[in-house]
């Protein structure tokens, strides 16, 4: 079992619907991020985030700590929102702090 | 104050070739981490560098793979005698601290492609 899954794994929606993925790990972590990943592209770090709630335009991102659970929202979805979202977590200190990703969720929005 | 750049964009070499791909950090960062996306699969972690020092290279091949990260210039992550398999996306990110999770900054990636 992965110590990052990500659900759904693959994700097509019409313009304008509210959309949700995500992100159960199973390790003590220092903070969770989520990133983005266009094809073909680079990717962007999206949040990063510990404890509560982040917004950042149309993005949500939530967390709950004791349940080891994340959330990304994203609201009036768009098809330029297409794009692989991934959730990674980096594990507590005195461990290695290398972040431990989950294999993407594919999003792809319709006009 | 530019991200971390990679380069370059994508790379093509033959089987048992070297393919060197080049990663400067940004601008105050002194931690540099190489990340491999292989097709359908998630970023698995390659190795950990401080400048002249290897941290934790625990997720890289034990043959052919070698990185550095020197006082001067960018880290390079160095395969000899490339193989099909070794095509993927390399990433690599940096931070300028090592506490986990705080500032990374990804590059855009190396695509290389073995024929």
């Known amino acids: 079992k992965n110590e990052v899954e990500q659900s759904p794994q693959n994700l097509t929606a019409q313009e304008g619907e509210f959309i949700t993925i995500n992100c159960s790990y199973s390790?003590?972590?220092?903070?969770l991020h989520w990133l983005q990943q266009h094809p073909g592209g680079g990717i962007v770090s999206l949040f990063m985030l510990s404890s509560g709630k982040k917004k950042h335009g149309r993005l949500i991102a939530t967390i709950n700590i004791q349940e080891k659970h994340s959330s990304l929202h994203i609201t009036a979805s768009h098809p330029r929102d297409s794009a692989v979202y991934i959730c990674a977590v980096s594990p507590d200190l005195g461990r290695d702090d290398k972040i431990i990703f989950g294999k993407g969720t594919r999003l792809h929005i319709l006009p | 104050n530019a991200g971390v750049m990679q380069n370059p964009r994508h790379l093509v070499r033959r089987r048992g070739q070297e393919a060197r791909l080049r990663c400067s950090p940004m601008k105050g960062h002194s931690h540099v981490y190489w990340y491999r996306q292989l097709p359908e699969e998630g970023l698995k972690f390659m190795v950990y560098l401080q400048k002249e020092n290897i941290i934790d290279e625990s997720g890289m091949p034990k043959e052919r793979f070698s990185a550095e990260f020197p006082k001067e210039g960018p880290s390079i992550l160095r395969i000899q005698q490339v193989v099909r398999g070794d095509s993927a996306a390399y990433f690599c990110?940096?931070?300028?601290?090592?506490?986990?999770?705080?500032?990374?900054?990804f590059g855009s990636g190396t695509r290389l492609t073995v024929v």
């Open positions: 390790v003590g972590i220092s903070a």
């Open positions: 990110a940096s931070s300028p601290q090592r506490t986990g999770g705080f500032g990374y900054t």
